[in-house]
């Protein structure tokens, strides 16, 4: 079962948003079985929407469509979608009051603008959109299904998860595909890859390794097509058991686990609390660590210490040590992970310090360079690293990093996790 | 001067990555004058490759690719290229040498993996990368150029700006495209939409509007296509001045502008200061505002308070109020900003505190939630808001309205700038 993701609009072209409609829907329709052949963003105008409509259709037997269906004029999708399959646009009541009800709930005009959103193509199946004045619309052509959905993401996702999906399923049987990832962390490709052939050779002939590498994060993707899901679940399961043989600190969890995932899982099953003093990463490390649900099991608290006299002021950092040896230093990151820790109570007190760009660095100090520290309740760890030039890469890796750190102490990987590291 | 982009890889279709190359490389070649025609996204599979190379061949001048050309067994690119345009892979020295100095400079074996990045197709051009061990690869075809990059992003933009643009522009001569972008924030499409028709209406003919709406920041863009520059830009800047009359306080800058770097520019003019003491946005806001350069010009430092204790102890709360009125109200809200003020030395001190989900709301206080508060030098100001029920876009949210009601202070906006609200 083959489907293709159409995602239309201007600002997709000029690269004034991200498309990330097409990765969700790649991940919920590969994980009901359905596999993605092609993405395709094309223009808001009927030739490039046609084309792609019709080279998707010669592909895939589903082809699933986000944007421009807004009320401005430059949205265009559902007038060609009427035209390519000859409908003429009519007005659909239930639609009318939902757009109704919306814009009265928001204080909103009830509008021409608005109203014009009730306008859909004769003959297709209105999907409603609770959460927006815009329907989805599932159209069947030729034994195929073709579905156009607004571009916002929220309203994308409930329409696929309540709509879509169960339609689908109804409307065609699909062959299965078992996926499982392992996330690595710490090792760069050509090393995992050079340590792992002996495990990749071994593998059975129905499996398929891939690499998914992203900074030092690179997943380890199990495939196995048109097979028995439970035998190719077993087989998987078996695959990285023997994988975690030979990479025990490295793999830090499996599917969609990070490295926030992973800290926050140990610290709630050993009960213990975190709590972030941060500089260079500027609030980005308590950023991810509270972007799960439930962070506030776990997370305490954190101060974003930029200035010296925050450094002082509120993590106790002596102003003569920073005088010494500069904000970005051992003694620094330690006296901070060990002010956070004291001043919250934590358990564990992480830190960062560094230089995080495109300014600021030296000869000595380039641009780059980070001290990251663990407080634990009976030592402090610390870890220098100099990334490279990026401002925004800078911040990610230090954040990554210094969750790796307490993540390995959680471990109990011995000499501190260091070892593991080779990049 | 028509381009497309190609991205190839199994973990974009399964959704494992979001497709963040293509937004970069539409918004790189736009500003040159290219427009992107296509975005097609295939797997690490010969026949996806060719077919999309070849779509792209028939309707554009550039076809760009990213992806596929990793070490690993499971990154077919390069081949494919080879096979397509009858080539074979041979050694490149220079290649050869920058990857074994590259392996060195990061302590990893110079193994067989490694060096098969070496192998080239004879007869492309070879883009030496300074970045990474995948070089860029340059082929010609029928007057047409294929341009092969690695998906890493940064490795990849370094090529394009370093090389492959410059190349481009001695190749091909470009037609012109003038665009400019207004960010407006606070209006709900359709009210903006109404407020701004009678000056749609009475745009020049030669000036194609667009609406770009993500979540409650609208970018409205003006676009001029085959035109003399000059002329363009003097109509697109007299556009948006008439625009800036009907939305005084709703624009909040042009081109790449964000909350962020709008209360960045006023707090740099101004002098001014700012501190964070966050809740349910859990250092976003921090992160936001330090994700910029020179941000520790005007950001002094934060307060993640995501414990009560923290709220108290680090903020000076007053126990009775928390326990009076829930972490989540006004009073809260109130004096966390005054607090972070206080304890900072900062200008303004700016608060947010609330129920960011998927948990925790009550009928009262349903999830989504979240008071927020700006502490300026003479006056406290608060404003609630009641977001939806997913956390990371009511995250996103409570970070982009505290972010917006500072910038309205700074602004000077009448009634604390609360009358522009419309949403």
């Known amino acids: ?55 998707a259709l010669s592909r895939a ?32 009541e239930e639609v009318y009051e939902q757009v109704r009800r919306m814009t009265a709930l928001r204080h909103i005009a009830f509008n021409e603008l608005n109203q014009s959103q009730a306008l859909v193509p004769e003959g297709c199946t209105v999907l409603p959109n609770r959460c927006g004045t815009a329907p989805g619309m599932w159209f069947e052509h030729q034994g195929k299904v073709i579905v156009s959905m607004p571009g916002v993401p929220f309203e994308m996702k409930v329409l696929i998860e309540e709509q879509v999906l169960p339609r689908l399923e109804t409307y065609f049987h699909f062959e299965s595909i078992v996926h499982q990832t392992a996330i690595t962390y710490g090792l760069a490709e050509s090393i995992l890859a050079e340590r792992i052939a002996a495990w990749e050779s071994a593998l059975p002939a129905s499996l398929h390794l891939a690499y998914l590498p992203s900074a030092l994060n690179i997943r380890l993707r199990l495939s196995a097509y048109q097979v028995d899901r439970t035998t190719a679940e077993a087989q998987i399961a078996q695959a990285f058991a023997a994988l975690e043989q030979i990479l025990p600190y490295n793999i830090l969890g499996y599917g969609d686990a990070t490295l926030e995932s992973a800290v926050g899982a140990l610290l709630q099953q050993r009960g213990e609390s975190v709590a972030t003093a941060e500089s260079c990463t500027g609030g980005n490390v308590a ?23 925050v ?9 003569e040590i920073l005088r010494r040896e500069g904000a970005v230093s051992r003694p620094v990151a330690e006296s901070m992970a ?8 934590a358990t564990y007190g992480i830190a960062t310090t560094g230089i995080a760009g495109p300014s600021g660095g030296s000869a000595e100090k380039p641009v780059g360079t980070v001290w990251m520290a663990v407080a634990t309740p009976t030592e402090t760890i610390a870890l220098k690293m100099v990334f490279g030039s990026i401002r925004q890469q800078n911040i990610e890796r230090a954040s990554s990093n210094i969750l790796n750190l307490l993540r390995l102490q959680l471990c109990g990987a011995p000499n501190h996790g260091l070892d593991t590291l080779q990049y």
């Not at 799960?292 to 200035?307: H, I, K, R």
């Not at 450094?311 to 102003?319: H, M, N, Q």
Request: hydrophobic share 40%; glycine share 10%; proline share 4%.
């Open 1 to 55: 079962m083959l489907a293709e993701i159409i995602t239309i609009g201007d600002e997709i072209l000029i690269g004034q948003i991200v498309d990330t409609n097409s990765a969700w829907i790649g991940q919920t329709l590969n994980a009901r079985g359905i596999q993605i052949h092609q993405i395709t963003s094309v223009s808001d105008a009927p030739e490039p929407i046609i084309q792609a409509v019709n080279d």
């Open 287 to 309: 950023h991810r660590l509270t972007a799960l649900p439930g962070a506030s099991n776990y997370f305490l608290g954190g101060v974003v210490s930029y200035a010296n006299t």
């Open 61 to 92: 037997d589903i082809v699933l469509c986000t944007g421009g269906l807004g009320p401005t004029k430059d949205d265009l999708t559902k007038h060609t979608l009427a035209r390519m399959f000859h409908m003429k646009l009519v007005r659909n």
């Open 338 to 345: 060990e002010g956070v820790r004291r001043i919250t109570g």
């Open 311 to 319: 450094k002082e002021s509120l993590l106790g950092v002596d102003p």
